[in-house]
């Protein structure tokens, strides 16, 4: 093999190599609790969450555009916020819009089954708790807080920027197709301004040469 060749086929191994390690990392969607039956569960009878979410956590890598899959239902709220006192408070009742979402706070009806899958887009520290019993299944169990990474950032669909302010046209400014016309005006006028100076001139040399010729 020559040397060109030679070069030439490590560096197919380099790119290969790093297909294959990009292509090896991916979004990833963490079932909350552990596979079913586990599940975001409490039972109001004996005070106890259904699994130790803490501990559960602490087996996971979570990443930007990862998704936390909530098994539940309407006995329970899912709570994200970014607010280290909302979530040490167990309640979502003083946060702000801004650093705190409540995913299924319109339930009208207990133990109606529910899935809510939560995107993570924020690096940092995530915290998630159910406020529903006014705080009381947050207090026994119902929360974790978690560290998300950059990973390989926010996919396109979870990247969307918020669609644009609404602002009312402007109220002075003529219409565009007046404008065009305007301009077109412009130029025929221009055109003129050109003729006329031509048929003067033509005019200075018809005059000019009928007097050589009457004199000559
Ligand atoms: C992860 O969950 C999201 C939201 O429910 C879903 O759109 C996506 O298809 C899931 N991805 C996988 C690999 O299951
Ligand atoms: C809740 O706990 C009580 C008391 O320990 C138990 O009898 C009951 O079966 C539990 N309910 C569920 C749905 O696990
Ligand atoms: C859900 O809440 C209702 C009302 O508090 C209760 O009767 C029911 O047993 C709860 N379901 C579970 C699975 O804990
Ligand atoms: C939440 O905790 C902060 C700090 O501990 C406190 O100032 C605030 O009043 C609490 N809010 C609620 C609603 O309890
Ligand atoms: C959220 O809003 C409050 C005021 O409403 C502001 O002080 C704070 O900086 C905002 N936080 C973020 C993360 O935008
Ligand atoms: C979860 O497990 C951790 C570590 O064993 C423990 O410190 C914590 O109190 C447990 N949480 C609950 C709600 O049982």
Redesign the pocket.
Known sequence: MSTKAAAMAAYLAVITAAIGVTSAVSYTNHTVGGPPPSGWYFNSTSSI?ST?Y??WAATQTFNLGDYLIFNTNTNQTVVQTYNSNTYNNCTSDDSSDNDTLVFNSGATKFDQPLTISVPLTKVGPNYFFSDAEDGVQCQ??MRFDIQVGQGLGLPPSLNQPPPPLYTPPPMAEPPPAFQGESMYNGVERLADGIFGVAVIWACLIVLGLSFVIFNG
Do not use: F, I
């Open positions: 969450s130790n803490s501990v026994h169990g």
